[in-house]
């Protein structure tokens, strides 16, 4: 049974940072692709940030420049680094983990999500 757990979500003011981790109970490399979605009230699920087994990136378009996502192989753990925040930004974060299989299937893993609040 694949787990994801995130953590580092929280209250921030306007300008501020945070870093979440989302922790794997397996290995790391089990997954082709691991990335962070969010989704705030009222509105669909939408891509943050993903970043293959290989180390390629992937960005949204309106969070390049301000967020980072990254990995730790030995730590089994996919991170975002969050700056400049705003209070748009505001909704919960979940990890996803993709695991394609020999026959071309594409299993997705997702985690219970983080809360982030950007507010003053």
């Known amino acids: 049974q694949v787990q994801l757990v995130e953590s580092g979500g929280g209250l921030v003011q306007p300008g501020g940072s945070l870093r979440l981790s989302c922790a794997t109970s397996?290995?790391?490399?089990?997954?082709?692709?691991m990335g962070w979605y969010r989704q705030a009230p009222g509105k669909e699920r939408e891509l943050v940030a993903h970043i293959t087994s290989s180390g390629n990136t992937n960005y949204a378009e309106y969070m390049k420049g301000r967020f980072t996502i990254s990995r730790d192989n030995a730590k089994n753990t996919v991170y975002l680094q969050m700056n400049s925040l705003k209070p748009e930004d505001t909704a919960v974060y979940y990890c996803?983990?993709?695991?394609?299989?020999?026959?071309?299937?594409?299993?997705?893993?997702w985690g219970r999500g983080t809360q982030v609040t950007v507010s003053s």
């Open positions: 397996g290995s790391i490399f089990s997954f082709n692709a």
């Open positions: 996803q983990a993709r695991r394609t299989l020999s026959s071309g299937t594409v299993l997705t893993y």
